[in-house]
């Protein structure tokens, strides 16, 4: 079968990319290995974590703070393999989306390993069976898989990978987590809500070290505070050991000295690799970087094989699923002769912790390693009558503005509904708003977005009318 684009992987970039492709009135199959489509993100990643950490939000509300609402319950409890069925329930849902909207556009799929033969042709193997399809073009949309430790084999039954933390059917007494990146505090955060004593360990000084370091030191408290979660920073962890159900962790703490952790599970979240293999690269003469074997691509998403793109986690940039979908977008734009563009500075990160954590553009210590004048904005939750409603005061709301055109350079926040709220900063980015513009937008009231007026309003002079 002749194709004008085969797509290989299902995950956010490979399916958006290809719906994108047959909208643009492309010939499009796409290749998934697995049995269901949408990838790391539909089936190992964003739902199914997204939907554990509702379940678990709601027992954690219920055990602490429905009474102070004048909400009494008896016999609490978790049921676990519960949870964890109406977790498997969701991802079934999307991922049973995908098929109908494949169908829908008239994309062919393919289950099995694609690799190339060459930059046309593709071989698709299942179960020792093999057949080719040829195209015009091909998308690389084939994602990561989580970073092993060389000295810390995971065996998936107690030294675990986020994969199979999303089933433990029992709530553990002690958790620890390796790496206190937004994978390992989401997972880690399922587990402490549900009384499970969690323990970060993580090599560097500050939690979601690539954020605002006003949002680290803010969650960590928070998390500290109301979740019991405890944190080792600066310790190195050096291997772990399992014996019966326990884990032992050792590491080298910040003076040096060894230390150990006894835990029932040990996750090892400490990033994600992109992930190549079987795809016969070497076949069509594209090499890896050496450092998280990532395909290099020019501006366009072109490999250098002209005709060969690729996108999503398995090249540069966060490895998230929205940015992959905008990259499955702009291939397939390109490949239709049109002039799409992606904005890598305004890509939002998010943290589905509670309080949730989010950000775009600029962070305070960017601006000030590049010499940028600006000026900051503040506005803490605990004086948003919103937030005092909902029991949600911790937190804040920080606006980055450039000192002398007044544009916002950057937005990071920690709060309730952050995740969604941040898409009000993206978009006045987007558009180059100033502070004043947010500032002078009105707000619905009262509302949590009103946190982002007044910090835009504190960035403009000073001017917050709540602090
Ligand atoms: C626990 C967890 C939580 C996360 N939460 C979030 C979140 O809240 N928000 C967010 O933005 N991101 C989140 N992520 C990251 C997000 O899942 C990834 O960034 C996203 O899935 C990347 O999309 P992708 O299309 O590049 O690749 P993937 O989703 O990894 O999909 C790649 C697909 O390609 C298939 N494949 C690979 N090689 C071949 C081959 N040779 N032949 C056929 N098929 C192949 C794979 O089987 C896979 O299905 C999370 C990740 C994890 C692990």
Redesign the pocket.
């Known amino acids: 079968m002749q194709y004008d684009v085969v797509v290989?992987?299902?995950?956010?970039?490979?399916?958006?990319g290809a719906i994108r492709c047959a909208q643009l009135g492309l010939k499009t199959a796409v290749?998934?290995?697995?049995k269901t489509?949408?990838?790391?993100?539909?089936?190992?990643?964003?739902?199914?974590?997204?939907a554990l950490l509702d379940s678990s939000e709601h027992f954690h509300n219920a055990a602490h703070t429905f009474k102070t609402h004048g909400i009494n319950l008896k016999d609490l409890a978790v049921d676990m393999p519960q949870m964890i069925a109406r977790k498997d329930d969701v991802v079934a849902q999307n991922t049973a989306g995908i098929q109908y909207l494949f169908k829908k556009n008239k994309i062919d799929s393919f289950e099995?390993?694609?690799?190339f033969v060459d930059k046309n042709t593709i071989k698709?193997t299942k179960d020792g069976k093999s057949e080719t399809i040829t195209a015009k073009h091909v998308v690389?949309?084939?994602?990561?898989?989580?970073t092993a430790l060389p000295f810390l084999p995971i065996d998936k039954k107690r030294i675990i990978?986020?994969?199979e933390?999303?089933n433990i059917t029992e709530v553990p007494k002690q958790m620890i987590v390796i790496g206190g990146g937004?994978?390992g505090l989401?997972?880690g955060s399922v587990y402490a809500r549900l009384g499970t004593k969690v323990s970060v360990i993580e090599f560097m000084p500050s939690i979601i070290g690539t954020m605002d370091a006003g949002l680290g030191k803010e969650l960590q408290r928070v998390l500290k505070k109301s979740l019991g979660m405890e944190f080792f920073m600066g310790h190195k962890v050096t291997g772990a050991t399992t014996k019966g159900k326990k884990v032992t962790v050792t590491a080298t703490n910040a003076k040096g000295e060894e230390v150990s952790f006894d835990a029932d599970y040990c996750i090892v979240?400490v990033g994600?690799t992109a992930?190549?293999?079987?795809?016969?690269l070497e076949n069509i003469g594209i090499k890896t970087e050496e450092r998280g074997n990532k395909i290099p691509v020019n501006e366009h998403l072109e490999t250098a094989v002209p005709g060969v793109y690729a996108?999503?986690?398995?090249?540069k940039g966060?490895?998230?699923?929205?940015?992959?979908?905008d990259?499955?977008i702009y291939v397939a734009e390109r490949i239709a002769g049109q002039k799409p563009h992606i904005n890598y500075n305004l890509i939002p990160g998010?943290v589905?912790t509670w309080p949730e954590v989010a950000s775009v553009g600029y962070t305070e210590e960017q601006l000030k390693a590049q010499g940028v004048q600006y000026k900051a904005g503040s506005f803490p939750f605990k004086a948003s009558g919103r937030a005092k409603a909902s029991m949600d005061t911790d937190g804040f709301v920080k606006v980055l503005a450039d000192a002398k055109t007044d544009e916002i350079l950057g937005v990071h926040m920690i709060g309730p509904r952050a995740a969604d709220m941040i898409a009000e900063a993206v978009v006045a980015m987007e558009f180059r708003a100033s502070a004043e513009d947010i500032a002078r937008i009105c707000h619905a009231h009262p509302t949590y977005t009103e946190a982002l007026k007044e910090a835009a309003m504190a960035a403009t002079e000073n001017r917050a009318i709540h602090i």
């Not at 099995?112 to 690799?115: N, R």
């Not at 996108?311 to 090249?315: A, Q, R």
């Not at 966060?318 to 979908?325: F, G, R």
Request: charged share 15%; with cysteine; aromatic share 6%.
């Open positions: 290989i992987g299902s995950g956010p970039g490979g399916y958006v290749i998934e290995k697995y489509f949408g990838g790391t993100c539909l089936n190992v990643g964003c739902i199914p974590s997204k099995g390993v694609g690799s698709i690389i949309a084939s994602g990561s898989k989580p990978t986020s994969t933390a999303l937004v994978i989401e997972l979240a994600r992930y190549t293999e079987g795809l016969g996108i999503g986690d398995v090249i966060a490895m998230l699923a929205h940015k992959a979908e990259e499955g998010v589905y």
